[in-house]
């Protein structure tokens, strides 16, 4: 009781600070949110936790995501780490982010596996972006990238992409609006982009795939590569070589900033985590963990076995990035990449319409696909479509009721679907399979490599009549094309039936009822 | 239980005895006093030694936030003391809008505009006769012709430096919002035009001006921010950016563990002419005077050179760069331009602002 008393007098502890209040400095909590690059860092970032006694969680997000928070207004958490500094400039016009250090750098490069490699000439001497996007075209070898406007890993290759290609910004300097106006060079990119094989929404979920799936190249941060070579040796498989393109190489930086709420206790243990990661000690464990030093003046001293030369990793090597673009040039480019460039995506949208769906679930449902069907809300999280790309909406509950087919983005086609997904009535039993296979197999028919294909399911319940996961996992045999499926989970959904079709069809289960905006994203970065 | 009831009032006696004489000492009157900064000058006013002698000598505490040049001048003064941009065309700015001639204003701090860059480009430049080394300060003898191999985009292969991709450039910070950048580009358009640019001539060299600028691309908003990535992402990344020489010599100090490896590759270029960041305190009210006279003390102006690397801006106190340790910073800085008038860098600006 006293005790307490005596902590509670602040003119006391401000006088003589006589009581050790180390416990009361710090915040108990922190969250940050944060790009997928770090969820490596986990680990790490745990155990200053555990040994401050506080907690720490992490919002994983694309830096799209985290761009567009910070330019919607006040942010809740209590820190952001995107991956790039860009992100932060663009989006925060109000200044919200404080105190923002670097703590890691790990370029953005080109990995290829060593055979593929040695075969196209990629694997040794001077590499341009112009030799890359030839192989990638003429279909040698298949290849995965992130979304350009999901994640920075894309992105910064995309910009790189079009600074290398463009003719003309080799002689100005920087890419300018004037160059995106370049039919010849939107063509050549448009080409580059259609020999992509496999598009994803983040880049760690990238490197799990592409080990898991055998890609043969991904572009992706040098960190994320030495992390997939890991895996694959590991594996008894061949590993990436690592590929710096000399004109069109890109930097992550790795921003970790402070949003202020008016907590000082919040700051102080920002204030100490940041610290840490800066410390020689950390910093050595990051360059253990592939990432490069940032903390200044801490040099560079790799891990011969983690930064692995006969990986093609060059650590002497001076990191030459192309400039990027004005801040207007950058949006205006990922606008072209998501209407105009990027290979055009077929999408099936399976929706639940049994009677559970009834009320909430039904409206939830409605919402999100008016976010991806009203031009405005869609440009704004960069999930608009494009003019060539598909969609289908399936209808179903105990059997496929309806099947809607929209061609383009035209903005009069996009409302008239929607009136119809907002008005049709749910009732009956659930047989989430069969829309699945129907799915499946129109997407099947479109022919190899002209659409990145991906189906969509988004449903409340439990699957408990007509077909079977065995009906879908012969279909996805009887195919043989990579169509990946994204359940997303509304109202009472339980993962445990949508699990085994995510894995089965190399994709992720997502949950609409925490994030559905996020979840969406995630699921439309991956075609 | 008895005795530790007995202990925490013997312990509260002497607590409120030490809040009680602490309140009770023998300061001069104390006052606070409201204001906006450049941002380049919180370090200086977060330093202890500093607040503990504007408190202890003249009773002053300082309740101020940051905010830009140019907006501070705009931005209404009500309820404000003082005003301390970093840029003389700020004041010029302010006394268009206050021409009360009872406003009084004089300059506290000066630092010279400077190109940070790395040992292998200075190498390269004083291969190229562009830059000279003079008792271990570069100095920037040819601007006109550095300025002609940015305007010109050569590439770094050209001058021998094959490891580094794309166009000789200088990054700057943003012309229209950071002061840095937009002196950099009055430096610019005198070194190109031979002379300090004006409304007669500023014609001539504005497209060149304006190409060169434009070919940077992305632009930071703030010099602090520049310079870190500076520092962190390398030569590769950013061989050479503008700054003030404060910069350097504050990080240096609040570094002093990570700096002796830093200075092996970090170099300093001055170039000749250079353009002064002046730092005029625009007193608001008498507190902002008292302000005014206050931040004259020479034990300020000594620790505003030797902690945080401001030159003063008064005659006769001396800056010794012995008390430095960072290598190359010059005793003085004799050969200054002055900057264009704010009418034609508002021209410039704008230019370049323009799609």
Redesign the interface.
């Known amino acids: 009781m006293i005790r307490r008393f005596v902590r509670c007098v602040p003119a006391v502890l401000f006088a003589l600070a006589l009581i050790s209040c180390r416990d009361q400095k710090l915040a108990e909590s922190l969250t940050i949110v944060s790009g997928s690059e770090n969820q490596t860092l986990e680990p790490l970032l745990q155990e200053f936790a555990r040994s401050q006694g506080v907690s720490i969680s992490m919002d994983y997000k694309g830096s799209v995501d985290i761009m567009n928070m910070l330019s919607d207004g006040p942010v809740e958490a209590d820190a952001v780490w995107p991956a790039n500094s860009l992100w932060i400039s663009l989006g925060d016009r109000s200044f919200q982010v404080k105190q923002s250090r670097s703590i890691m750098v790990s370029p953005v490069v080109f990995a290829i596996r060593g055979s593929a490699g040695k075969r196209l000439g990629l694997d040794s001497g001077v590499v341009t972006i112009d030799r890359i996007r030839q192989a990638i075209q003429d279909g040698r070898f298949s290849f995965a990238m992130t979304s350009a406007t999901q994640s920075n890993s894309g992105a910064a290759a995309y910009l790189g992409f079009l600074h290398a290609m463009s003719s003309d910004a080799d002689s100005s300097g920087v890419l300018s609006l004037a160059d995106l106006a370049d039919t010849n060079l939107l063509a050549k990119v448009r080409g580059l982009l259609g020999g992509i094989n496999r598009s994803a929404g983040s880049s760690n979920w990238l490197k799990d795939l592409v080990v898991q799936r055998d890609y043969e190249a991904m572009m992706n941060y040098e960190a994320l590569v030495i992390e997939a070579n890991q895996a694959l040796v590991k594996a008894g498989k061949e590993p990436f070589q690592v590929v710096y393109p000399v004109d069109g190489l890109a930097l992550a930086d790795s921003p970790l900033g402070y949003i202020h709420h008016g907590d000082d206790k919040k700051r102080a243990l920002f204030e100490a985590l940041q610290a840490w990661l800066l410390t020689p000690e950390v910093q050595a464990r990051l360059v253990a963990l592939g990432r490069r030093p940032a903390a200044l003046g801490v040099p560079f001293q790799p891990d011969p076995d983690v930064f692995r030369s006969s990986w093609g990793i060059e650590t002497k090597r001076i990191l030459s990035p192309a400039p990027t673009p004005a801040a207007e040039v950058v949006r205006k480019a990922l606008e072209l990449y998501q209407i105009e460039l990027r290979k055009p995506s077929a999408t099936v949208y399976c929706l639940d319409y049994s009677g559970s769906m009834d009320g909430s679930g039904h409206m939830a449902m409605v919402d999100a696909m008016r976010m991806l069907l009203t031009p405005s809300i869609a440009r704004r999280n960069m999930l608009q479509n494009s003019t060539r790309d598909l969609t289908w909406v399936i209808a179903f509950s105990d059997h496929v009721l309806e099947t809607w087919k929209m061609v383009g983005n035209d903005s009069t086609e996009q409302e008239e679907l929607l009136r119809k997904i907002r008005t049709f009535r749910p009732e009956g039993g659930t047989d989430i399979y069969s829309p699945l296979v129907a799915a499946l197999d129109t997407l099947a028919s479109l022919g190899e490599g002209k659409y990145s294909p991906a189906v969509i399911l988004m449903t409340d319940g439990v699957s408990n009549i007509g077909r079977n996961f065995e009906d879908l996992s012969g279909e996805w045999s009887r195919i043989r094309k990579t169509i990946p499926v994204f359940p997303i989970m509304f109202g009472e959904a339980s993962s445990e039936q949508l699990d085994p079709i995510s894995e089965l069809t190399t994709a992720q289960t997502l949950d609409g009822r925490s994030n559905l905006a996020g979840a969406f994203r995630k699921a439309r970065g991956n075609n | 239980m008895s005795k ?2 007995l202990g ?1 009032l013997v ?2 006696a ?3 005895g ?2 009680w004489y ?1 309140t009770q000492g023998n300061a001069p009157s104390r006052v606070v006093l409201r204001g906006l900064v450049g941002g380049e000058k919180a370090g200086f006013l977060r330093d202890e030694k500093v607040l503990d002698l504007l408190k202890g000598r003249y009773g002053i505490e300082l309740d101020w936030s940051k905010a830009g040049s140019f907006e501070m001048v705009d931005a209404p003064s009500a309820g404000l003391d003082f005003l301390w941009p970093s840029s003389q065309t700020a004041l010029e700015a302010f006394r268009v809008k206050n021409p009360d001639p009872n406003i009084k204003s004089d300059v506290i701090f000066n630092s010279p505009l400077v190109l940070f860059s790395w040992d292998i480009v200075v190498d390269a430049l004083v291969k190229e006769k562009i830059v000279e080394t003079r008792e271990g300060t570069h100095w920037i003898v040819d601007f006109p012709r550095l300025a002609e191999l940015v305007v010109g ?1 050569r590439k770094w292969s050209d001058i021998g430096l094959a ?5 000789v ?1 200088i990054t700057t910070t943003d012309p229209a919002l950071s002061n840095s950048g937009h002196m950099f580009v009055g430096l610019l358009s005198t070194v190109l035009q031979g002379d300090v640019v004006t409304d007669a001539n500023v014609d001539s060299v504005l497209p060149r001006v304006v ?1 060169t600028i ?8 703030s010099s602090g ?1 520049l310079f ?2 500076y ?7 950013k061989p050479i950016i503008a700054g003030y020489e404060s910069q350097i010599v504050e990080f240096a100090i609040d ?1 002093e ?6 200075r092996q590759t970090v170099r300093v270029m001055y170039p000749e002419p250079t353009v002064w960041s002046a730092h005029p305190l625009i007193a608001l009210s008498p507190g902002g005077a008292k302000l005014l006279k206050a931040l004259k003390d020479p034990d300020l102006q000594k620790i505003a050179w030797e902690r945080h690397g401001f030159r003063t801006g008064i005659a006769e106190v001396r800056n010794d760069p012995e008390r430095l340790s960072v290598l190359g910073i010059p005793e003085r800085i004799t050969r200054v331009v002055a900057m264009p008038e704010y009418r034609v860098m508002e021209k410039l600006v704008q230019a370049i602002q323009a ?1």
């Open positions: 530790q009831i925490f312990f509260l002497i607590a409120l030490a809040v602490k985009g490891n580094l991709y794309g166009r450039n190409r434009k070919a940077l691309g992305f632009m930071e908003r921010d870190l990535q520092l962190n992402t390398g030569v590769g990344a570094n563990k990570t700096w002796p490896s830093l799609p």
